[in-house]
């Protein structure tokens, strides 16, 4: 992991009429990190993601994400990033192919190059009995992986993953992670929400959001040490009942 921000945040105000959604968020992440975005459902992660994404605009303050300005760049935001979520990521009434080649062409990839990368792509996640397969006939797991591979298809420099382990078995969780770390170590710039606290424990830093702001952001081993505990989810319990 370099010490190289890719996204910079400062000062940044989401707000929905008189309600604070993102208050005042300041912090960095950088290149080849698995930064965790965590907090309560309504505390303001969605919110704040979708700033990053270029899919909404501040209020107020600063955000440049892989050097490009999220007031200004939005169309370069999309272009040079990845995004899964938990809801939708996937065409449920298209195949695995169908659903590779869809969105390696939004991505702008050449044919010759869609298909060579989908032949690896399908031998890799062992899919190549299934490609012709729709995706709501396979298993819950087969499709959170086959998401964060399309998700990455393009070699984006940041991939956003939105709860993207939500509903899925721990063994499958663990396999995810693992295609995570993979992705990290090639350089991507992994930034995650989840409200599993165990999977914390996973990523380099961690930011705690409670009621909008940033409670905490350190390495998950300062965190326990600071607050004097021995997991993630006890932190988050202390952060939270503070509020």
Not at 157 to 170: A, Q, W, Y
Request: net charge positive.
């Amino acid at each position: 992991m370099e010490q190289t921000p890719i996204i910079t945040v400062k000062n940044l105000v989401k707000k929905f009429g008189s309600f604070v959604a993102n208050d005042n968020l300041t912090f960095n992440v950088y290149k080849g990190e698995i930064f965790g975005f965590l907090g309560a459902n309504g505390a303001g992660k969605t919110t704040a993601m979708k700033i990053l994404c270029g899919l909404s605009l501040p209020s107020s303050g600063e955000a440049n994400i892989a050097g490009y300005d999220v007031y200004k760049d939005t169309d370069k935001i999309k272009r040079n990033i990845g995004y899964m979520s938990q809801k939708f990521s996937l065409y449920e009434d298209l195949t695995v192919y169908e659903n590779i080649r869809f969105y390696a062409g939004i991505y702008g990839l050449r044919r010759k190059v869609i298909r060579e990368k989908t032949a690896l792509l399908l031998n890799k996640l062992q899919l190549d009995q299934e490609k012709d397969t729709l995706i709501k006939s396979l298993p819950l797991g087969w499709k959170q992986k086959l998401a964060f591979s399309v998700a990455i298809f393009h070699n984006p420099k940041i991939v956003f993953l939105d709860e993207p382990t939500g509903g899925v078995d721990p063994i499958t969780r663990r396999q995810f992670w693992n295609m995570i770390y993979e992705a990290a170590n090639k350089g991507v710039t992994v930034f995650v929400t989840t409200h599993y606290m165990d999977e914390a424990e996973y990523c380099n830093r961690v930011s705690i959001m409670v009621d909008g702001r940033i409670a905490a952001l350190d390495t998950p081993g300062n965190l326990k040490n600071e607050h004097n505990v021995q997991t993630m989810n006890d932190v988050f319990l202390k952060l939270a009942r503070s509020s």
